[in-house]
């Protein structure tokens, strides 16, 4: 086939799933549309305005907001009866303090965190009162600023100074919108003090100079100890006190105007991640304290809060507008009124509900006008309770104006308690609309999706499976079905436009891939139809001719059918929650199966009975060869089974334990036990690249003088070295680590470097010149094989060659064949042609998995190995079955297209 032919080929398989991909994608991370309003004082919704010209008279001047990144709810909360706690209880033992001996001034909740729990999601919803959705999930690295509406525009739109410091992550959110800033990089988790230490340094000094009216801080010490350590390791609980005496002294300091907020912007799991959306890594804690009384006092325990339910209050609090895009609610202690004889005690907060329902339907109405992906159903609800609300307190606030001296009796406190259910009920189904509508998965284009993934899938199986009619007809099957594609997309696009709908690359990117499917299909099947009656015409035996084409679709039926209810299987809870095993199930079932199949035909003997083997020679050599199937079965079986070491556990397993490999070494708090697991890792590692090593000389690889042949031989045990030393520095105890502070910050940022590095130097070594064998140009002659004049000595020598030789006869016969004649021209005689393909895809994927390895904790790198011996026994076996099967007649070969299909 030609080489452009090919090239097009390849790019038109990437279209082929690129497509499906994308299609699936944009039913499955929706996009919620922003608006860019902004909310503004002249536009208050609020009927008095005699205290404050914006929406509500302030009651704070000032606020401290203190964000101590994945504060879990526990591990704030504190327990006296608690006599053996674990590291990360009853630390904070200041919040309690507070809670306990001033009810009125302080209050600790459970705050809920909105999933995906990752820090910049977090801080948005934090700020915006909005949802992020999943698609904002890999910003989390490169955060962009923020073009809604926030609480830090409008501090700043209102005056107000905002002092900043802590994670960087901020600043890139929020650029040029803080007074000053002390930012502090956030990306190295391995470090635990210098973002705390830094806070610690300016934190107290900038309270006391009293030039702000906002002063954030963002710790992260707690979140990073997780990821190193977990949260059951010592180094959290010192973490945790640090975290005690700052807001010990911090509260000591703060003036009666002054607001305290303390919260964690999101959980962490047992081991120290977050992320996602289970208990540990959405529940967090808030704590609010005030040097002026400001709550009721209360038996019960605090309501569950929002994360951004914190956006509304504190808004009002201070004195500004509420977000214009905000859907969070109030939180309800923080405007209840001290009951006083011949005082509305529900007052305070119906006003407070009444701005904010009047925001909401304000922003729903804008977001509809613009998106129209809200249920118009449940919108036409919601306008009528908020209609129902407003006339109510509308009647309610008429009586108290038409009364000079009006004292609240049962009835009117009564109307008031059911206004205010009315409109946190309105408020709160705002909500959950709102999360239906952003969370909602198209199932449509999900399913059309999988639809042209699956045909791509199947695409590139019909052509591995029909090599040579591909190349012979590579016109009717490759050029044509690209030209019916683009006469789709040219045909859609043009309804598009004369319809006037927007035309999108992916529509078109679609309908290509589809019309492309159907010429393929169309031509492949047409010319099969074409080829077995001709055959059938030649066949003498009908019989024959029946059973062969049945065989042939048994072939592509069975393996077929198998991973499609594989597939299909993955729409069962149950099976999607132990996946692991039942996958791994499949795989020993299927491998097991394949080798006793083949030995069950006689494949592995060749069909020779007993005498013959005893009498031929060759009878070694096929034992040989069923030992070392065997052997690879046995490897295969014992690779999954201590594969099966690695797991973690889903939420839905609640009485389940992550497997410990999945936790760092640096979580270990036994030294004796910590070296040993790192000297499993750095021989786990090292047996890789030594196997690795072996393959290729073992297939005739690494024999020229290529770069690509000294970078693997050089390279990859460099790179091993580099991510052991690395791996040797993380392991090292925080006391080690404080004494060689300096140079570790250099180490744990050098080492990774040279790392990806050398990968991507890698990467583009191979995309240069991929090829490790020898390889050697010479001319066409019309030499024989071995010279027949030569002496036997010269024929013994020249014998060594034949293979080249042999190569070389071939290519100029190929040569003469197509071309029709004898002029010299160059060839190439390659020595290791059996991997010189495999042997460049084998080098890419050992340089992303170097990347992998560097990325997980160190004691996965076992698993790596294991996951390459598995790959190569699998490999090695499908290639055994498959070559044994075509030596015959074909038969059994049904389980061996099963493996192809996994492979």
């Known amino acids: 086939m030609p080489r452009l032919a090919t090239v097009l080929s390849l790019c038109w398989t990437c279209l082929l799933f690129s497509a499906g991909l994308g299609l699936f994608l944009s039913g499955f991370l929706l996009v919620r549309l922003e608006l860019r309003s902004p909310s503004s004082c002249l536009h208050s919704p609020s009927s008095t305005r005699h205290f404050n010209p914006c929406w509500m008279p302030r009651r704070f001047s000032r606020a401290v907001v203190v964000v101590i990144d994945a504060l879990r709810f526990d591990f704030a909360k504190y327990d006296p009866g608690n006599t053996n706690p674990k590291p990360y209880e009853n630390k904070l033992e200041v919040i309690h303090q507070n809670v306990v001996s001033k009810p009125q001034h302080a209050r600790l909740f459970r705050f809920r965190a909105d999933p995906p729990t990752t820090t910049m999601q977090r801080i948005k919803g934090m700020t915006t009162g909005t949802l992020p959705t999943f698609i904002d999930v890999g910003s989390n690295f490169a955060s962009t600023a923020i073009e809604e509406d926030n609480l ?110 303390v919260m964690g912007d999101h959980g962490m799991t047992e081991t120290g991640d977050h992320g996602g959306d289970s208990e540990g890594e959405v529940d967090a804690a808030l704590f609010i304290y005030s040097p002026l009384p400001m709550f009721e006092i209360k038996t019960e325990d605090p309501e569950v809060v929002s994360q951004i339910d914190l956006v509304p209050t504190l808004a009002l609090l201070l004195g500004i507008p509420i977000p214009y895009s905000n859907i969070g609610m109030v939180i309800a202690d923080m405007f209840t009124s001290l009951p006083k004889l011949g005082d509305d005690q529900y007052l305070e907060h119906a006003k407070a509900l009444r701005i904010n329902a009047i925001q909401v339907n304000r922003f729903l109405e804008s977001y509809f006008q613009v998106a129209k992906d809200l249920p118009l159903e449940k919108l036409s609800y919601l306008k009528q309770l908020f209609s129902t609300a407003m006339a109510e307190y509308n009647d309610l606030i008429t009586d108290q104006h038409v009364f000079e001296k009006f004292i609240p009796n049962q009835n009117h406190l009564a109307r008031m308690q059911n206004l205010i259910i009315t409109m946190r009920r309105y408020l709160r189904e705002t909500k959950e609309m709102c999360q239906e509508s952003w969370a909602r998965f198209n199932p449509v284009h999900m399913l059309c999706g999988i639809i042209l993934l699956t045909a791509a899938c199947v695409h590139c199986f019909l052509v591995s499976e029909n090599v040579s009619t591909f190349e012979s007809l590579h016109r009717v099957l490759l050029f044509y079905p690209i030209i019916w594609g683009l006469a789709a997309a040219l045909i859609v696009s043009i309804w598009m436009l004369i319809s006037g709908i927007m035309v999108k690359s992916l529509t078109l990117c679609c309908w290509v891939a589809v019309g492309s499917h159907l010429g393929f299909h169309w031509n492949f099947w047409r010319s099969k139809y074409i080829k077995n009656q001709v055959a059938n015409k030649l066949s003498q035996s009908s019989i024959a ?220 070594i191979v995309l240069w010149n991929p090829i490790t064998v020898f390889v050697k140009e010479n001319r066409q002659s019309d030499e024989t094989l071995v010279p027949s004049c030569k002496s036997s000595a010269e024929m013994k020598a020249d014998s060594l060659h034949v293979i080249p030789l042999i190569y070389r006869k071939i290519q100029q016969s190929m040569k003469i ?80 297209q099963e493996i192809s299909f996994i492979v």
């Open 817 to 896: 064949h197509f071309n029709g004649d004898r002029d010299e021209s160059r060839t190439v005689a390659a020595y290791g042609l059996g991997t010189v393909y495999s042997a460049a895809l084998l080098i890419v994927i050992v340089l992303l998995a170097f990347l992998l390895i560097l990325l997980h904790n160190e004691r996965m790198s076992l698993a790596f190995l294991l996951l390459f011996l598995e790959g190569f026994s699998l490999l090695e076996i499908h290639g055994m079955a498959r070559n044994l099967s075509l030596q015959t007649d074909n038969t059994g070969m049904y389980f061996v």
């Open 545 to 764: 001719a029946i059973q062969e084409k049945w065989q042939s679709w048994w072939k592509i039926l069975i393996p077929l059918g198998l991973t499609l209810l594989r597939c299909g299987a993955m729409f069962s809870n149950s099976f999607v929650v132990n996946e692991g095993q039942v996958v791994s199930f499949l795989l020993k079932s299927i491998v097991t199966f394949t080798v006793l199949e083949l030995k069950w035909n006689g494949k592995l003997n060749h069909g020779l009975n007993v005498i013959d083997m005893h009498r031929n020679p060759s009878f070694v050599t096929y034992k040989r060869e069923s030992l070392y199937i065997i052997g690879l079965l046995v490897t295969f079986l014992l690779c999954v089974l201590c594969s099966n070491n690695f797991y973690n556990c889903r939420e839905e397993l609640a009485n389940c334990e992550p497997s410990s490999f999945l936790r760092p070494l640096s979580s270990l708090s036994n030294r004796q036990e910590r070296n040993v697991h790192y000297i499993l890792s750095v021989l786990s590692l090292g047996f890789l690249v030594y196997l690795i090593r072996k393959w290729f000389l073992h297939y005739g690889n690494l024999n020229s003088s290529h770069l690509i042949v000294l970078f693997v031989r050089l390279g990859f045990p460099f790179i091993a070295f580099c991510s052991c030393c690395y791996w040797a520095v993380n392991a090292a105890p925080e006391e080690t680590s404080v004494k060689l502070h300096d140079m570790k910050e250099k180490i744990v940022v050098v080492l990774p470097g040279i790392v990806f590095g050398l990968v991507t130097t890698g990467f583009f």
């Open 152 to 261: 830090i525009q409008q501090f700043v739109l209102n005056k107000k100074k905002v002092v900043f410091m802590g994670d960087d992550t901020w600043e890139a959110l929020f650029p040029n919108k803080f007074a000053r800033s002390f930012p502090f990089s956030s990306f190295n988790v391995r470090d635990l003090h210098t973002v705390d230490d830094g806070i610690l340094q300016h934190i107290f000094t900038t309270v006391e100079a009293g030039e702000w009216d906002v002063l954030i801080a963002h710790f992260l010490g707690v979140d990073h100890c997780g990821h190193r350590y977990g949260p059951r390791h010592s180094m959290m609980a010192e973490k945790l006190n640090q975290m005690n005496q700052m807001l010990r002294s911090l509260i000591a300091t703060l003036q009666n105007d002054t607001l305290l907020v």
